[in-house]
């Protein structure tokens, strides 16, 4: 197998509770590039959340952020791509989520040119920005923001509930109209329908770098990463992934505390 290119993600896949990336794991990722392989992250996160993580394994590619809507490369500045939602569709999901039985239960941000607005400040919002590095702008009503492209709704709640919304909200809205995720079981994520992992990953690796999806290997845990994982000519789940993502990649490593990406790279392009 001639793998040119590994994509990552990174929370759940390369950072964990600690929310760094082990030594093991940088020092596994820095040896497959010093055989030429290229490396690059795919994340839900905010762009310049990702930063950090950019530069602690070494990348000189573009990011893909917030699941594909944001593709841009730190090195260089360039913008490659930018999918935001409409003003008229984002509107319409800001009112659905202040329905009742939504409102007192979720709690909802907006991305705006790589800034994070809430309509309040809870434990939620505070653990998401320990996590993130990024300080939300508060701004109570959310629809008062929509002058600018939002790149990305996420709703947070309770597994049951998110579950839930996301099933209803698919009755509503075809992939073709909006693309619904989760990054975790407690987050429900909202982008352009051309915004995937799996689009954007073709993009870097097809356009950009002029490799075929047989020469790229992807490594994720969640459900934002199951596009990406079934593009990809290997696809690796993290062992802490559902199971539902597990089934769809070719591989299962241990889990992110178990350095499961070092241990994945060691197996298919060290060994």
């Not at 009112?95 to 009742?100: D, G, I, K, S």
């Not at 996590?131 to 109570?140: A, E, M, Q």
């Not at 559902?242 to 994945?264: L, N, R």
């Amino acid at each position: 197998m001639n793998i040119r290119l590994l994509v990552l993600d990174i929370d759940g896949t390369i950072a964990g509770e600690s929310n760094e990336v082990t030594e093991t794991v940088k020092l596994a990722i820095s040896k497959v590039q010093a055989n030429g392989v290229r490396v690059a992250l795919a994340t839900g996160r905010m762009y310049n959340s990702a930063l950090r993580f950019h530069q602690a394994i070494g990348s000189q590619l573009p990011i893909i952020a917030y699941n594909g809507a944001w593709v841009q490369c730190p090195i260089t500045g360039t913008h490659y791509k930018h999918f935001p939602l409409s003003t008229s569709v984002t509107l319409q999901l800001l009112e659905y989520f202040e329905r009742p039985q939504w409102s007192q239960e979720i709690e909802l941000h907006c991305y705006v040119d790589d800034c994070l607005y809430v309509r309040n400040v809870t434990s939620r919002t505070q653990a998401y920005q320990k996590r993130s590095g990024i300080k939300p702008f508060v701004v109570g009503d959310l629809r008062d923001i929509l002058d600018s492209p939002t790149t990305k709704v996420l709703a947070i709640g309770q597994p049951l509930l998110i579950n839930n919304l996301l099933k209803n909200l698919q009755k509503v809205y075809s992939r073709d109209q909006l693309y619904f995720t989760q990054s975790t079981e407690i987050y429900f994520e909202a982008t352009h329908p051309q915004a995937s992992k799996g689009y954007a990953t073709r993009f870097l690796a097809e356009e950009l770098l002029g490799f075929e999806a047989s020469q790229v290997m992807a490594i994720g845990d969640n459900f934002n990463d199951a596009e990406m994982l079934e593009y990809v000519g290997l696809g690796v789940a993290m062992g802490n992934a559902p199971i539902g993502v597990q089934k769809i990649a070719k591989w299962v490593a241990p889990t992110v505390e178990q350095d499961g990406v070092a241990i994945a790279i060691k197996k298919f392009l060290i060994d």
